[in-house]
């Protein structure tokens, strides 16, 4: 299991639409993850239409080499990977593709290119995920894991979608007002902590609002798939090659129905489920959270970290309540809070590989120290250790919420709240905090089309069985919706499946992305 990427793991509940629905793998320790929608997906008639737009013809990218981010960061492929070099640019696209004439945005892109390639198969576009997950740390932090396979075929290409990192970002609050709303723990049980939270996510939005103006609409899912054109075309692609995780699927699967004769290949996999959205998908996602617990749980007797617990769950809920009610002292100066020990939590079941460190952060607050507990939320906000955050928050809020229709109503969250608090008792009444986000959101929305994808090749979609963000089902509802689409599935834990330590699926993914082969119809590789 790998540890942490460069892109790390999502915002608190208060800063996401349901900081769950589309998460991004786990790799070495961190993660991206974030924005369940909380509404329908009939597209709101304020917002611009996903189809009939004119079609868009991207200039040539103007890149410059940028190999030294490779050298001074060390980042050197497996073997056979050969010499890389790096080359990084900026492409511009309209800021609203009706209007492709009109202001234009800048997309930051990095291509990542081996000695041993002859460039046979063109370029290879990832996406980690979010929304809010950056393309260009994603396929920098990727290197020393992509097979020497894949860098023989492809440049693999990294890009930071519209709205993150350094495609033109959204910056809706200070990272000051961040560690506040990170670590802000109201009680969605009682009617002065729905009004709380209602507040804190009218705070957020008007920042948003206030950073974009009228441009905020625009930064959507369904713009950054004719974005994901405008890249291919600009770096001379005729068809596009793709590997997208988690809501990197969702992001990949609407440009499969945009653009169905453009696709070569595309690897979806961690499934954003296109048949279930809002309330409904947000609890399905939480009681995988649930049950991804219950496995850590099984796992605990036998390793050493877990020391002196013999239940983990009564442990993590006497810890999440001691923080609510006193938040609990760390090394440093700030404290753990109620949502700051969730997003802990929450961010070590990702993967497997972070059981460990979540044993001993529960030991430890068990005991009253928060600090390990601290370290685990400060991954999953992706704040570093002087206090920066990324703009995964602003970036996650705004694309989640621009995608979905408008609510749900007060009294739909308030009877939620009082559901989940029980119904969940690990995550609910933390989860419950982002139902407010998307209510007090702008009004002009896009919401995805269902991505029935007519594509001249198969897709391939990966579930995982026990993935708590992306729920096995979702893999299963994409092949469907999508059509021309066939289902791999993994007997794993964690988030996603490729690059998890699953031979299986790394052979059967290489050769599909490579030569197009398929694996067997319905097959499930072991863990």
Same mark, same amino acid.
């Given at each position: 299991?790998?540890?942490?990427?460069?892109?790390?793991?999502?915002?608190?509940?208060?800063?996401?639409?349901?900081?769950?629905?589309?998460?991004?793998?786990?790799?070495?320790?961190?993660?991206?993850?974030?924005?369940?929608?909380?509404?329908?997906?009939?597209?709101?008639?304020?917002?611009?239409?996903?189809?009939?737009?004119?079609?868009?013809?991207?200039?040539?990218?103007?890149?410059?080499?940028?190999?030294?981010?490779?050298?001074?960061?060390?980042?050197?492929?497996?073997?056979?990977?050969?010499?890389?070099?790096?080359?990084?640019?900026?492409?511009?696209?309209?800021?609203?593709?009706?209007?492709?004439?009109?202001?234009?945005?800048?997309?930051?892109?990095?291509?990542?290119?081996?000695?041993?390639?002859?460039?046979?198969?063109?370029?290879?576009?990832?996406?980690?995920?979010?929304?809010?997950?950056?393309?260009?740390?994603?396929? *920098?932090?990727?290197?020393?894991?992509?097979?020497?396979?894949?860098?023989?075929?492809?440049?693999?290409?990294?890009?930071?979608?519209?709205?993150?990192?350094?495609?033109?970002?959204?910056?809706?609050?200070?990272?000051?007002?961040?560690?506040?709303?990170?670590?802000?723990?109201?009680?969605?049980?009682?009617?002065?902590?729905?009004?709380?939270?209602?507040?804190?996510?009218?705070?957020?939005?008007?920042?948003?609002?206030?950073?974009?103006?009228?441009?905020?609409?625009?930064?959507?899912?369904?713009?950054?798939?004719?974005?994901?054109?405008?890249?291919?075309?600009?770096?001379?692609?005729?068809?596009?090659?793709?590997?997208?995780?988690?809501?990197?699927?969702?992001?990949?699967?609407?440009?499969?129905?945009?653009?169905?004769?453009?696709?070569?290949?595309?690897?979806?996999?961690?499934?954003?489920?296109?048949?279930?959205?809002?309330?409904?998908?947000?609890?399905?996602?939480?009681?995988?959270?649930?049950?991804?617990?219950?496995?850590?749980?099984?796992?605990?007797? #036998?390793?050493?970290?877990?020391?002196?617990?013999?239940?983990?769950?009564?442990?993590?809920?006497?810890?999440?309540?001691?923080?609510?009610?006193?938040?609990?002292?760390?090394?440093?100066?700030?404290?753990?809070?109620?949502?700051?020990?969730?997003?802990?939590? *929450?961010?070590?079941?990702?993967?497997? #590989?972070?059981?460990?460190?979540?044993? #001993?952060?529960?030991?430890?607050?068990?005991?009253?120290?928060?600090?390990?507990?601290?370290?685990?939320?400060?991954?999953?906000?992706?704040?570093?250790?002087?206090?920066?955050?990324?703009?995964?928050?602003?970036?996650?809020?705004?694309?989640?919420?621009?995608?979905?229709?408008?609510?749900?109503?007060?009294?739909?969250?308030?009877?939620?709240?009082?559901?989940?608090?029980?119904?969940?008792?690990?995550?609910?009444?933390?989860?419950?905090?982002?139902?407010?986000?998307?209510?007090?959101?702008?009004?002009?929305?896009?919401?995805?089309?269902?991505?029935?994808?007519?594509?001249? #090749?198969?897709?391939?979609?990966?579930?995982?069985?026990?993935?708590?963000?992306?729920?096995?089902?979702?893999?299963?509802?994409?092949?469907?919706?999508?059509?021309?689409?066939? *289902?791999?599935?993994?007997?794993?834990?964690?988030?996603?499946?490729?690059?998890?330590?699953?031979?299986?699926?790394?052979?059967?993914?290489?050769?599909?992305?490579?030569?197009?082969?398929?694996?067997?119809?319905?097959?499930?590789?072991?863990?």
């Amino acid at each position: 299991m790998h540890a942490a990427r460069l892109a790390a793991l999502p915002v608190s509940a208060l800063l996401l639409t349901g900081m769950l629905a589309a998460c991004t793998q786990v790799t070495h320790g961190a993660a991206t993850a974030g924005g369940s929608v909380t509404g329908s997906r009939t597209p709101s008639s304020s917002g611009a239409s996903p189809t009939g737009v004119p079609p868009y013809h991207a200039d040539p990218a103007s890149l410059h080499d940028c190999t030294q981010v490779l050298t001074e960061n060390h980042l050197d492929g497996p073997s056979g990977t050969g010499t890389l070099s790096a080359a990084c640019g900026t492409i511009s696209v309209p800021l609203d593709y009706a209007k492709p004439d009109g202001s234009k945005i800048d997309l930051t892109i990095v291509k990542i290119h081996s000695s041993v390639n002859k460039h046979s198969l063109g370029s290879l576009l990832v996406n980690p995920g979010g929304p809010g997950g950056s393309g260009l740390n994603f396929a *920098l932090g990727e290197i020393p894991e992509f097979p020497a396979t894949l860098f023989q075929h492809f440049d693999i290409v990294g890009f930071d979608p519209r709205g993150v990192g350094l495609s033109t970002p959204v910056d809706c609050v200070s990272d000051k007002e961040k560690d506040t709303l990170n670590a802000a723990s109201p009680d969605m049980t009682t009617a002065a902590g729905l009004a709380a939270a209602k507040q804190l996510a009218v705070t957020f939005n008007a920042g948003c609002v206030s950073d974009k103006g009228s441009e905020l609409p625009y930064f959507n899912t369904v713009n950054t798939a004719r974005d994901m054109d405008a890249i291919r075309q600009s770096l001379g692609d005729d068809k596009m090659n793709y590997l997208g995780f988690s809501y990197g699927t969702e992001l990949g699967s609407v440009y499969a129905h945009l653009f169905p004769q453009n696709v070569r290949v595309a690897v979806l996999d961690g499934a954003v489920d296109p048949l279930t959205n809002g309330i409904t998908q947000f609890a399905e996602q939480l009681k995988g959270f649930e049950d991804a617990f219950d496995q850590f749980a099984a796992w605990c007797p #036998s390793n050493s970290s877990c020391k002196s617990m013999t239940n983990p769950r009564s442990v993590a809920e006497t810890v999440e309540q001691a923080a609510l009610n006193s938040p609990l002292s760390t090394d440093s100066d700030r404290k753990l809070t109620f949502s700051l020990a969730s997003n802990g939590i *929450l961010q070590a079941l990702y993967s497997k #590989s972070l059981w460990p460190s979540l044993a #001993s952060g529960l030991v430890g607050a068990k005991d009253g120290d928060g600090t390990k507990l601290l370290a685990l939320a400060d991954q999953y906000t992706e704040r570093d250790d002087t206090g920066k955050y990324t703009n995964i928050a602003d970036a996650n809020t705004t694309i989640a919420c621009n995608d979905t229709a408008p609510g749900p109503s007060d009294a739909t969250i308030k009877a939620t709240a009082a559901q989940w608090a029980t119904q969940f008792p690990l995550f609910g009444k933390w989860a419950a905090i982002s139902l407010f986000s998307c209510q007090q959101w702008q009004p002009m929305r896009t919401v995805p089309p269902k991505p029935v994808a007519p594509t001249a #090749s198969k897709v391939l979609v990966i579930g995982n069985l026990h993935d708590p963000a992306t729920p096995y089902q979702g893999a299963k509802d994409m092949v469907s919706t999508m059509g021309n689409a066939e *289902l791999l599935s993994w007997d794993g834990e964690g988030h996603t499946s490729y690059l998890q330590g699953s031979t299986c699926i790394d052979d059967y993914v290489n050769a599909y992305l490579v030569s197009q082969t398929l694996p067997p119809a319905n097959t499930t590789c072991p863990k």
